[in-house]
């Protein structure tokens, strides 16, 4: 199984700011590997998908990058609305595993 | 617009069987090249995938809950459904279903608790 493992977990930060989410796996994925935000109480919602490429509606503000073991999630300046947990989730191999997310708080 | 809805009881006993549908619009459940599965995450957690069955019927399960866990299709109702059997506390999650490939669509979820 591979294993995903995010950091920071908690990252707090001011509207205006970037943020750069980690996302280390235990053998390589390739680039077959998605970000996801979620709210409370919401499903997860896709925002980027093998590891560079933007969803459809998904704000400029949002970029992945990376390939192998290493990725990262940028939120260039950040909007009230983008305080929330954030997932990585990769589809290199069977099982399906995700990371133990990311909480975005407000500083 | 693709919609996923999950349905079943939002409490099981433990040792009881835990059976859930999900009911597929905008999309027919027999086309190719996409995986329709369950996911689950307990109140407060992570995300963990439970297992999927591609359109061909073939089914990939997370091998900590394989020996519990069934997914099927009925194609005739354009649904697909989760049972996991021997339930106990510990499987207490809102649980989502799923279409899948590239990225995964996502239903809105149903909590499941487990209780006497």
């Known amino acids: 199984e591979i294993v995903l493992t995010q950091s920071p977990v908690t990252l707090s930060l001011s509207p205006g700011e970037r943020a750069t989410l980690s996302c280390r796996a235990s053998?390589?994925?390739?680039?077959?590997l998605a970000w996801y935000q979620q709210k409370s109480g919401q499903a997860p919602r896709l925002l980027i998908y093998?590891?560079?490429n933007r969803a459809t509606g998904i704000p400029a503000r949002f970029s992945g990058s990376g390939s192998g073991t290493d990725f990262t999630l940028t939120i260039s300046s950040l909007e009230p609305e983008d305080f929330a947990v954030y997932y990585c989730?990769?589809?290199?191999?069977?099982?399906?595993?995700f990371g133990q997310g990311t909480r975005l708080e407000i500083k | 617009q693709l919609q996923l809805q999950e349905s079943g009881p939002g409490l099981v006993k433990p040792s009881e069987t835990l059976s859930l549908t999900c009911t597929v619009s905008?999309?027919?459940?027999?086309?190719?090249?996409?995986?329709r599965g369950w996911i689950r995450q307990p109140p407060g957690k992570g995300l963990e995938w439970i297992g999927s069955?591609?359109?061909?019927?073939?089914?990939s399960y997370n091998p900590s809950l394989k020996s519990r866990v069934t997914i099927s299709v009925d194609t005739s109702k354009n649904q697909f459904s989760l049972k996991l059997s021997s339930v106990t506390a510990a499987d207490t999650a809102i649980y989502y279903c799923?279409?899948?490939?590239?990225?995964?669509?996502w239903g809105q979820g149903t909590l499941v608790t487990v209780s006497s």
């Open positions: 799923a279409r899948h490939l590239t990225w995964i669509d």
């Open positions: 905008g999309d027919s459940i027999s086309s190719s090249g996409y995986y």
């Open positions: 069955i591609y359109y061909s019927g073939s089914t």
């Open positions: 053998q390589s994925v390739s680039s077959y």
């Open positions: 093998d590891a560079s």
């Open positions: 989730q990769q589809r290199s191999n069977w099982p399906i595993t």
